[in-house]
């Protein structure tokens, strides 16, 4: 059925627009898929007032990886996933690497895998599902001083354009204010 991308910065409205959209496509039948981990007190505040939000006739997935088994084998219509960065940052988190002393062909080596997570979120989408997917635009601020927070960026800078390349609709969130950049 398709792929709708949200973007934008830090609390820009992602979540909330792409929530609206789900329920407008799929109503009460929505499948959302949560990559978060919650490892802190805040994190889990976060994830509790998500789930307020939502219609609890909803189904929720807590997975960062193989989201594409999760989609494919669900009978909903509707897929929310929120989001990609967060699924991102989980992949980079798994790697038993000291950053500052990686190589680029490591780097190289990660970014793949991450890529290969990727296109099976875009195979799923190429199936009888909508998917709405919410990703951090990570383009636009500073340059991170730290090497990890230069990978992050431009890992997730790349999977972003990836998925917006394929995406049929694209939104940019601007201080609440969804901003359709593509379809």
């Known amino acids: 059925m398709g792929l709708i991308m949200v973007t934008g910065g830090a609390r820009s409205g992602k979540s909330e627009f792409a929530e609206k959209l789900a329920y407008e496509k799929g109503r009460e039948g929505v499948l959302y898929v949560a990559t978060s981990i919650p490892f802190d007190e805040e994190m889990k505040e976060r994830i509790r007032r998500h789930r307020e939000r939502r219609p609890s006739s909803w189904e929720t997935k807590e997975v960062y990886k193989n989201l594409d088994e999760e989609i494919l084998k669900n009978d909903r219509k509707v897929v929310l996933i929120d989001c990609l ?25 990660i970014e793949k895998r991450i890529s290969k997570e990727v296109d099976k979120i875009l195979k799923a989408s190429k199936s009888d599902k909508e998917i709405i997917l919410v990703t951090n635009e990570v383009g636009m ?43």
Request: hydrophobic share 40%; charged share 30%; no cysteine.
């Open 85 to 109: 960065t967060v699924m991102i940052t989980n992949l980079l988190m798994e790697v038993d690497l000291t950053w500052e002393d990686s190589t680029s062909q490591e780097v190289e080596e």
């Open 141 to 183: 601020g500073l340059v991170p001083e730290y090497k990890l927070g230069r990978i992050f960026r431009d890992i997730a800078g790349r999977m972003n354009k990836k998925m917006a390349d394929a995406s049929d609709e694209v939104y940019l969130m601007i201080s609440g204010i969804p901003v359709k950049i593509k379809g």
